[in-house]
């Protein structure tokens, strides 16, 4: 009978209020748990070849290393268990808060017992990764707010790395009554501080309002840095300004990229107050408006310069048939033949472009030094001969092109350029045209109306391939490794055959960089005048009907797909056997400037250097790349040497009185200067004369022959005399 006089007390809740606070707190420890248990349990392997636990030997290594973060993939998650995955998709603000608990948890077990003096733990940081699609900077719209998105591009823009409180405390002024560990919210969100002072003392008069000031020296901080992510440039729409987004880094990720990174960013979207604008409107409009920002979560930097070319996304079916293309016998004469197929003729211009966008392999010595493995190509020449639809065709179908144009574009503007920040009033670097085009082709139109100072600052990018800067207490080198093709038109608009060197207006030391000169001129040919007015006529008419690619062409996807696959598979070198080839031709190619110097006794504007020996291995090599070869046999080395001698060494041999760079000495100038005289005077406007005698009166005053027909061939240029009579008889016109 002894519990007879207990009975119980029974109540009823009124408020009903309590329950579902606690049912929010149970589900935040169920999930906390269950996260623990996935960084406890997730295991790779299988039982037969024995099995690692992930998480937990990654949460070990790293904390042992003092670096407290680990590194989460998605994929992983999902696969232990789905909801979790979800949720993180979903709400990843809570969740990631969460799934730091959790791992501090595991981290706490598994690193017992520590050492003294490090008995306090430390708040482990979760990045995430996953192998999703990424979306894109115009695809995030108001229904992606605060959900994990993830986000390819450029870093153009970089912060110093400052400081953000985590927890603060705070002090009353007048009745110094503190508050600790007040959380602040991660990200650009900041903390209102409370208006009003609640303490309540008797005998002392009421605060006043807005009483609280933080206490430094109590806070909490972590380590955090702004970015400043610019779309991939092969995602924005024709004609349009690339977008930019404020990237929120915090803890370890801080200094993870530099500008000029292609990198791929996981976040979550979220947004901040926009900031007050001075002139406060009556009518508050901008009360409920907020900017957007990304608060990352993870990061991946993209290796390799070529940046988000298809490499990544190859399948094997495209894989097998790319291997394919590339064992065609004739793919060279193909490739060739597929770019700008809308331009008719310059075959060899077409062959040395596609080197150029194969290019040849970078290596790196013993000592730390770099060879650059991009060609430089460089076009001179009249105007209409489709040098800068070329550059368009080069700029769409490199894995990254960029098109300038030479009076347009500054020194910094192609470099890198230092620009003070807005809000912070520091110093912080953007890079240009060069850098952005790392691992791809940049397009310089009109090279010859750039401004000397600016030509100079490319001198570096096209040798060395780093843009060192040296401004504004920055100092530092960037990568830009990429090809250069330019074009540019001789300093009298269209070529002067008279004038021969003054029509290259270029330092040798900007010459000597390039790996192909090529001179295009504009013949006058009736032949070709004719098949290049059908073709162009054929390319009118049939504009819009003809679609697919003609036979014996590949098409541009294609050819874009099959050279960032080369590109990323392929590293050929030379064969022993090439090399010998190739040493004993450069002798010869340096013995015959020399002597053809000696010849004309003047130094040829289009030096012969080791670069240039440098430029064939690059060429032999590229060839051998679009085959897929491991080595650049004696048939690469060949057909190397033909192109640079259709280009370069033409352009810089071509010194009987005829060709391009006629070397023509002052006495040969005014020679023709002189039978030009006399010829004028034997006979008037009007008249007409036998070729023959002329010819046969000027070589008996000791003229020689090609001098004679050098200046008739010119006058008939200018339009003064004409042929008539089956070319047999001169008749003067003007």
Same mark, same amino acid.
């Given at each position: ?34 996260? $623990?248990?996935?960084? &406890? ?19 070990? @290594? ?85 959900? !994990? ?21 705070? =002090? ?12 602040? @919210? ?8 409370? &208006? ?7 005998? &002392? ?116 048939? !790319? ?45 730390? !030094? ?25 700029? $769409? ?169 080369? @590109? ?49 291995? &690059? ?46 000495? =002052? ?10 005289? =006399? ?50 008889? !001169?008749?003067?016109?003007?």
């Amino acid at each position: 009978m002894s519990g007879f006089d207990d009975p119980g007390i029974y109540y009823s809740d009124s408020f009903g209020g309590d329950a579902s606070v606690d049912d929010g707190q149970v589900r935040k420890s169920q999930l906390q748990k269950r996260f $623990k248990e996935f960084l &406890r349990q997730y295991r790779v392997g299988t039982d037969r070849t024995g099995f690692t636990f992930k998480y937990r030997d990654e949460l070990k @290594r790293h904390y042992n290393l003092s670096q407290y973060w680990v590194e989460v993939e998605m994929e992983d998650l999902a696969s232990f268990d789905e909801d979790l995955a979800d949720y993180l998709y979903k709400q990843p603000a809570e969740h990631l808060q969460l799934l730091e608990e959790a791992a501090k948890e595991v981290a706490d077990e598994v690193t017992r017992p520590r050492p003294s003096g490090e008995e306090t733990l430390q708040d482990i940081q979760v990045m995430l990764r996953s192998d999703a699609n990424a979306a894109n900077i115009r695809s995030l719209k108001s229904d992606q707010m605060s959900h !994990l998105v993830k986000i390819p591009g450029i870093v153009i823009a970089a912060t110093p790395v400052r400081v953000k409180a985590t927890k603060i405390s705070i =002090q009353c002024r007048s009745c110094r009554n503190t508050i600790n560990n007040i959380a602040v @919210r991660p990200g650009l969100e900041g903390y209102a501080l409370p &208006r009003k002072c609640n303490t309540e003392q008797a005998g &002392r008069p009421k605060c006043p309002l807005d009483p609280y000031f933080i206490m430094p020296d109590k806070c909490k901080c972590v380590d955090f840095q702004v970015l400043k992510l610019q779309e991939s440039p092969d995602a924005v729409p024709h004609g349009e300004m690339p977008r930019h987004m404020q990237l929120y880094c915090d803890r370890y990720l801080c200094d993870k990229v530099v500008p000029g990174n292609r990198v791929t960013i996981m976040g979550i979207y979220s947004i901040k107050k926009s900031a007050q604008s001075k002139n406060r409107s009556r009518d508050n409009v901008g009360v409920g408006i907020r900017s957007a920002y990304i608060r990352v979560v993870g990061i991946q930097v993209d290796v390799e310069g070529s940046g988000h070319s298809f490499a990544g996304s190859v399948t094997p079916q495209e894989e097998e048939e !790319l291997r394919h293309l590339a064992a065609m016998p004739n793919i060279y004469e193909t490739i060739a033949k597929s770019i700008a197929p809308s331009i008719y003729g310059s075959t060899d211009i077409k062959k040395a472009i596609a080197c150029l966008l194969f290019g040849g392999s970078r290596k790196r010595l013993p000592d730390g !030094l770099t060879r650059r493995g991009d060609i430089n190509l460089l076009m001179l020449g009249d105007p209409g001969t489709a040098k800068s639809q070329l550059l368009k065709f080069v700029e $769409k179908c490199s894995p990254i092109g960029v098109y300038t144009s030479g009076k347009g574009s500054s020194a910094a503007g192609l470099t890198a350029s230092v620009i003070r920040d807005p809000s912070s009033r520091s110093f912080f670097m953007e890079g240009g045209a060069m850098v952005l085009a790392d691992g791809g082709v940049v397009c310089i139109d009109e090279f010859d109306k750039m401004r000397e100072d600016d030509r100079v600052a490319i001198h570096e990018a096209m040798e060395q391939q780093t843009i060192s800067i040296a401004k504004a207490g920055i100092t530092t080198t960037l990568n830009s490794r990429c090809s250069v093709l330019a074009a540019a038109n001789s300093v009298f608009g269209r070529w002067d055959e008279t004038k021969g060197e003054e029509n290259i207006d270029f330092m040798p030391t900007i010459l000597s960089r390039f790996d192909m000169i090529f001179i295009v001129k504009d013949e006058h040919n009736e032949e070709r005048d004719m098949t290049l007015a059908k073709h162009v006529m054929s390319l009118h008419v049939s504009a819009l009907t003809q679609t697919q690619a003609v036979e014996g062409e590949i098409e541009l996807n294609k050819l874009k797909k099959l050279i960032s696959f080369c @590109r990323t598979k392929c590293g050929p070198r030379l064969s022993a056997a090439a090399a010998e080839k190739l040493k004993n031709r450069y002798i010869l190619m340096r013995s015959g400037t020399r002597q053809h110097e000696q010849e004309s006794d003047r130094r040829s504007s289009i030096p012969i250097t080791v670069r240039q020996l440098e430029a064939i291995v &690059r060429i032999a090599e590229s060839l051998a790349k679009m085959k897929l070869q491991p080595f650049a046999t004696e048939v690469d080395v060949e057909e190397a040497l033909r192109l640079f001698h259709v280009s370069t060494l033409d352009a810089a041999m071509s010194g009987n009185l005829s060709g391009a760079e006629g070397f023509t000495t =002052q006495e040969d100038q005014e020679m023709l200067s002189r039978i030009e005289k =006399q010829l004028k005077r034997r006979f008037a406007i009007g008249s007409q004369v036998s070729e023959h005698s002329i010819v046969q009166d000027f070589m008996r005053q000791k003229y020689p022959e090609h001098a004679i027909y050098k200046v008739l061939q010119l006058m008939m240029r200018r339009g003064e005399i004409q042929h008539r009579m089956q070319r047999k008889v !001169l008749y003067r016109i003007k």
